[in-house]
């Protein structure tokens, strides 16, 4: 399979509502359209996750998120883009664009434009942002290659491979409005 039929597979399998694992900059991912209400429930249930947590949307680019981050002001919009594109991930305000298995209790939605290659050339051949969370089950380590995603979730998702991005550790995850650090 060549690596733009790899991409094109991926894609359409995140527009018929399928599971996609990719890699991203530290581990391996878990997404679907955002958009996408059941493939939003059926992630939360491969994953086991608490509906309650939430999930983040990753981008290539900080444009494909202009729908979550209009509203914004202009020096919040300006902390964003300094940060991005890289490991970090803000809790940004949800102005009523989030699917509430997207934003889970919070009020608030997770984003992140990631420096990863591979996920770059996700998101612009899909046209926006995926759903992006650790690709393991809860409680689980994250899996930080495609045999190990392969085998705890097996057909249920469709793998698009690559390497991960050379960090070691997931991203920073940091509230917009009050600055504070979740996950260091």
Request: charged content about 20%.
């Amino acid at each position: 399979m060549t690596e733009r039929h790899a991409l094109d597979a991926a894609v359409a399998a995140l527009r018929q509502g399928g599971i996609l694992a990719y890699p991203t900059e530290a581990v391996w991912g878990l997404g679907c359209d955002p958009d996408n209400a059941e493939a939003l429930a059926t992630l939360i249930r491969l994953k086991q996750r608490d509906s309650a947590k939430g999930l983040i949307l990753i981008a290539g680019h900080i444009a494909q998120l202009e729908p979550w981050l209009a509203g914004l002001e202009a020096q919040d919009r300006e902390r964003l883009a300094a940060s991005w594109p890289g490991p970090n991930t803000w809790l940004v305000p949800d102005n009523g664009r989030s699917h509430p298995l997207l934003r889970g209790e919070h009020p608030s939605v997770a984003l992140r434009v990631s420096d990863h290659p591979l996920v770059g050339e996700l998101c612009a051949a899909f046209g926006g942002p995926v759903v992006s969370t650790s690709a393991n089950t809860a409680g689980a380590p994250p899996a930080r290659d495609a045999d190990t995603v392969s085998h705890q979730f097996g057909a249920a998702v469709h793998v698009l491979d690559g390497p991960l991005g050379g960090h070691s550790r997931p991203s920073t995850i940091r509230d917009l409005r009050s600055g504070e650090v979740l996950r260091a």
